[in-house]
Every structure is written in structure tokens, then in C-alpha cells.
């Protein structure tokens, strides 16, 4: 029989591999994830601990969080793992999940070039700092493509009392596509863009640009997990992904997550034990 789940998995991980009978039984579970947790290197770090500790494989679709949603829907992952609070509520109440569990957090950061075209640099208010780049008419790339910090980016600018979709010119650009892709075009184009912090700090390509604005708690940007409901999806592998879930969680995953750094710096926060978060 075909089974899509195993295909998106395998396309995953750049081939389709034919699997001998004898592994076909190996635990392993899919998660669909945000690019934010795959770019900055997190799952690299904590993935190989819990596999040491309980055998289970986990296999990664990294998408904008929207998309990642959807193929949880799809009853496409096990489990989904991604930062859009509303998002993941409203997934919830269609019945698409089964609980929500805070895991850690870190912000977004307003990213622009050195030469600050819209004279933003240093701001604390990031609506200030939206309202004068669309004042200047200074490049803006937009990642357009219903992940989380696409989610985060239009509620600033409506937090800013501004309908960017009514409001952009062509100084605006929405391009579709990932973090990566968004940081490259910013660079490219000497424009400024939303980008969490933790694929910030692990961007390799940053070329001229540098943070412009950071620290308003408007920033702030919250990870959750969720498995994906057995009950209308049966294919859901529920005991191996609430394990990946309960570890997540645990002391131990969540200073796993903590000891994650690059040049010595943290990328994410873990905060389990807040039940706001």
C-alpha cells in the first residue's frame, strides 16, 4: 500500500531508500517542524540525545509553521512542533491535536543593512521602527509564506496600527519562501527583515547586514509541541510521539535545549514548566 508519510519522510532526507524487511520495524516517528528549528542547527543538537536514550528515530519535515500545521492535518507527521501560539490554539480546537506543551522560546529580531537606509538602528520600539521604514520607503523583505514569523511580522505591523497588505508599495517585497532564502534577498537587496534570532545567530551568510532592533517584548516567540490526534488520524504513532514530547519537556530535554550554542551563545530558552507560555 502507499504510504504518503513515509514518502514525505523520505523525500525528506534527499532519496527515497527502499527499506529491508527486517528494518522496516525501527521506531521512529515524523515531526513537522518550523525551518527555525532546523536552520539554527536545534534538531542536530537534541535529536541524537533522544534518540540515545529511547531508540527512536526522529524524522524532520522542516516547513513554514502554517505549513506544518497543515501537514499535521494531513495526518502527514506525528507529531508537530512550531511557534504561532493563535495558530497552534485554533489547530487544537478543530480537534487536530491533542494538548499543547510550551517548550522554550528566545525573539525576533528586525534585521537590516549596516548603511540603515531608514535610520532604525538602536530603536526599542519595533513599531516605530516598522513605520519609519515604510515612511522611508526602505527595501522590506517579507517571507509571505505563513510560518510563524510571517504570523509575527504582519501582527507588528497591525500592532503598529498599520494593514501592510493595504499599506506596502513596492518597496515591500513578499517572496514565498524561508528564513534563509528571506535573509539572503535582504542581503542582496540591502533590506531589512524579520528573522528569529536563533537562525539569525546561525546564518552563515550575513554578509552586510547586521541586527537593527531588538529587545521590545513585542519580539518575544514562543515554541510549542503538540501530538497530532490518533483519534482522526489512526496512522499516528501515539506512544513513540508522546515519548518524544515527554522528553522534550523533561529536565532532561530541556537542558539539552539550553546547552544548544553557537560561539557561545544561547539560541533558545527552554520554559516546560510555564504554563502561560
Do not use: C
Not at 502507499?2 to 532526507?13: D, G, K, M, P, V
Not at 528515530?57 to 501537514?71: F, H, M, Y
Not at 497591525?158 to 542581503?187: F, H, P, R
Not at 516567540?221 to 519537556?249: A, C, R, S, T
Request: net charge positive; proline share 4%; glycine share 12%.
Amino acid at each position: 500500500m502507499f504510504n504518503r508519510r513515509l514518502l514525505i519522510a523520505a523525500l525528506t532526507f534527499g532519496g527515497l531508500v527502499v527499506t529491508p524487511p527486517a528494518l522496516a520495524q525501527e521506531k521512529s516517528i515524523i515531526v513537522s517542524s518550523t525551518t527555525s528549528t532546523q536552520d539554527s542547527g536545534l534538531f542536530g543538537h537534541i535529536l541524537p540525545l533522544f534518540k540515545a536514550k529511547t531508540g527512536i528515530e526522529v524524522k524532520v519535515v522542516a516547513q513554514g509553521t502554517g505549513q506544518a500545521l497543515d501537514t499535521g492535518r494531513r495526518g502527514d507527521a506525528d507529531v508537530v512542533f512550531v511557534h504561532a501560539k493563535s495558530a497552534e490554539e485554533k489547530f487544537l480546537a478543530e480537534g487536530q491535536g491533542v494538548k499543547r506543551y510550551p517548550v522554550m522560546y528566545n525573539d525576533f529580531v528586525l534585521i537590516g543593512p549596516k548603511s540603515d537606509p531608514a535610520g532604525i538602528k538602536g530603536m526599542k520600539d519595533v513599531g516605530a521602527a516598522l513605520k519609519q521604514i515604510m515612511a522611508k520607503g526602505a527595501p522590506f523583505i517579507s517571507r509571505g509564506d505563513k510560518s510563524g514569523t510571517h504570523i509575527a511580522e504582519i501582527n507588528l505591523w497591525k500592532a503598529s496600527g498599520l494593514d501592510i497588505e493595504k499599506d506596502k508599495g513596492a518597496w515591500y517585497k513578499s517572496i514565498g519562501q524561508g528564513m534563509g532564502a528571506a535573509l539572503n534577498t535582504a542581503g542582496a537587496g540591502n533590506a531589512y527583515v524579520l528573522s528569529d534570532r536563533g537562525t539569525w545567530i546561525s546564518f552563515k551568510n550575513k554578509g552586510d547586514l547586521v541586527i537593527a532592533v531588538e529587545g521590545d517584548k513585542r519580539l518575544f516567540n514562543q515554541y510549542g509541541v503538540m501530538l497530532v490526534n490518533p483519534e482522526k488520524h489512526p496512522n499516528v504513532k501515539k506512544e513513540l510521539g508522546q515519548q518524544f514530547i515527554d522528553w522534550l519537556v523533561s529536565a532532561e530535554g530541556q537542558k539539552a535545549i539550553a546547552d544548544y550554542k553557537i560561539n557561545g551563545e544561547q539560541l533558545f530558552y527552554p520554559n516546560a514548566s510555564d504554563p502561560a507560555a
